[in-house]
């Protein structure tokens, strides 16, 4: 029950700061034009087919589903690196269990120490803390926060990633080690092994989201901010062609006129 607050934490954090509201924004802006450009009717009629009524909106529909793509990786990832927290919480009580089980043997010093030193290893880490630090600080930092900051993210995963191969190597030592034969279930090489797999398959899962979320960040982008096909550049010149088709002073234009875009 404990962790629970953490788990929602770590959601929370998410959800509130990958909203992306700025191509949501954009998104939006987009829909409205369209929609102005579609009610004045059969004499919006622009010769070039990317800006013609029913182009726009096929091109808004695939805005739409990108966006959405983005959205559900983001919910991925979030759940994968919910998930990882979850399963490495546990480790370091447990390796401190393990090396006073180790200690209760009649292994030698040396080797108990060896075993301290990749212990130390394990628990020293916090992979997760910077980043949720850096979340909490900066409220509108998008979850271009988590995988829009290579730095950041590659720092998250090489700690977990030496957490994971100093756990890898301090089984190494127990495994080799006859004389640690421990009665409890969870201590025994076996289960060990077991949880390292489970916690290397959980570090996959990450990396697998992060991955995907940044191509559906890379789809979006091309389709939003492509300098000559995306959403704004057909924004610019549906407006040209308003203009001239209405008058720089007329209703027509100032209504879509009005409507602002920017990159993000």
Known sequence: MRLLPRILTINKLAMASTSETGHAKNLANFDALTTNVSNFGAIFNPSKAAIKVTALQTYATSCHNSLTGVNTAIAAYGNAVAAREIAYNPVSKLVTRIINALKATDVPEQVIENAKTFARKIQGSRASAKIKANLASDPNASIEAIPAEPRQISASQMSYDSRLD??????????????????????????????????????????LAA??????????????????????????????????????????????????FKYN
């Open 166 to 207: 100093n756990l890898e190597k301090l089984i190494k030592v127990l495994a080799s080690n006859p004389l640690y034969a421990p009665n409890e279930n969870d201590l025994k090489v076996s289960a060990l092994t077991a949880l390292y797999n489970d916690l290397k398959s959980k570090n996959s899962a990450v990396v």
């Open 211 to 260: 991955a995907q979320l940044g191509s559906a960040r890379i789809a979006r982008n091309e389709l939003f901010y492509n300098p000559s096909t995306g959403m704004l550049a057909l924004v610019a010149e549906v407006k040209a062609y308003v203009k001239s088709l209405f008058g720089a002073t007329s209703p027509q234009y100032k209504q879509i006129s009005s409507l602002k």
